[in-house]
């Protein structure tokens, strides 16, 4: 059945998933660098926040920290690297005995395997030593392109973007990239950012993800602000009425008018009001040595 006409719109036929554009993003090159630029400025120090001192540990830290918290990974790992310093110590452990070791980490179970099958792989295909490309990792239990985009990036020197929750938010609400596919993100960001800064641009955005710009962002405190998609959509109305106002200059008020006295507190009738509030206002008048039209106008006699 052929899609029905309203007008200049066109109506799917029914049941049909409707389908998210995937366009690219529309920013100039000197705006997208301008941008990562000021973001580096804004977090000097951005890098991974996982400690490690070798690619085989870096990468049983990024695995240990899906769905938990870096800290929380480096308060785990410094006794498991103890017990299991390579892939070739790790290889011979058992679930009950790694278990109990990661339980904090959140999700154990699922992640003693997954370390279990990537240390017997690297012993069984590369020697126990992490391999240098983005196929060859993609390829161990438990790692996915995120992962081996740190690994590629911090550990071993390779060119790698890895995109992550923060990176997917921040990108999109600034207008980088027009995507929830972190697959598409990370080809949109490194079609418009040279490779020697494809790590440090994830790094960037995502401390400024976990700092800055969080599901309720802070945009008093945004340095990228001014070519910000999301900041510019903001609507004053509602709840967002304040934040927007809060970070525009106050305006300013118009001076509050000089009230007059009425008829009943000068003693008067209304016909007199006039010529009784001329007359009190006389003494000041030749004070300021200005009439009347001049005393009103706020101008001096010339």
């Not at 058992?94 to 017997?120: N, V, Y």
Request: proline share 10%.
């Amino acid at each position: 059945m052929a899609p029905q006409r309203r007008g200049r719109r066109t109506v799917a036929k029914a049941g049909r998933p409707k389908r998210r554009p995937t366009r690219a993003p529309g920013l100039p090159p000197k705006t997208v660098l301008a941008i990562f630029d000021t973001l580096d400025h804004q977090h000097p120090n951005a890098d991974t926040e996982l400690h490690y001192r070798n690619p085989y540990e870096l990468l049983v830290a990024t695995i240990l920290s899906a769905q938990s918290t870096d800290a929380r990974v480096n308060i785990v790992t410094p006794p498991l690297f103890e017990r299991y310093p390579s892939a070739a110590a790790l290889a011979k452990a058992t679930t009950a005995e790694l278990e109990p070791q990661i339980r904090a980490s959140g999700f154990f179970r699922a992640k003693s395997r997954s370390l279990l099958g990537m240390a017997t792989a690297l012993v069984q295909r590369h020697g126990g030593e992490v391999p240098a490309t983005m196929e060859a990792l993609v390829e161990l239990p438990g790692v996915g392109r995120k992962t081996a985009n740190v690994v590629l990036g911090h550990a071993l020197g390779v060119p790698g973007l890895p995109v992550d929750r923060h990176v997917v938010r921040v990108a999109n609400r600034i207008g980088l990239v027009h995507s929830d596919n972190p697959e598409v993100i990370e080809t949109q960001l490194c079609a418009q950012l040279p490779p020697d800064r494809w790590t440090r641009a994830s790094d960037v955005l995502i401390l400024h993800g976990r700092r800055i710009c969080r599901p309720k962002p802070l945009c008093d405190r945004c340095q990228v602000r001014v070519w910000c998609a999301y900041f510019k959509a903001l609507r004053p109305k509602g709840a967002r009425r304040a934040k927007f106002d809060a970070l525009r200059p106050p305006a300013r008020k118009a001076p509050a008018a000089r009230a007059e006295p009425s008829a009943k507190a000068l003693g008067v009738g209304p016909q007199r009001r006039k010529e009784r509030i001329a007359s009190l206002r006389a003494p000041e008048r030749e004070r300021a040595g200005v009439g009347p039209r001049e005393q009103k106008k706020g101008r001096r006699r010339t």
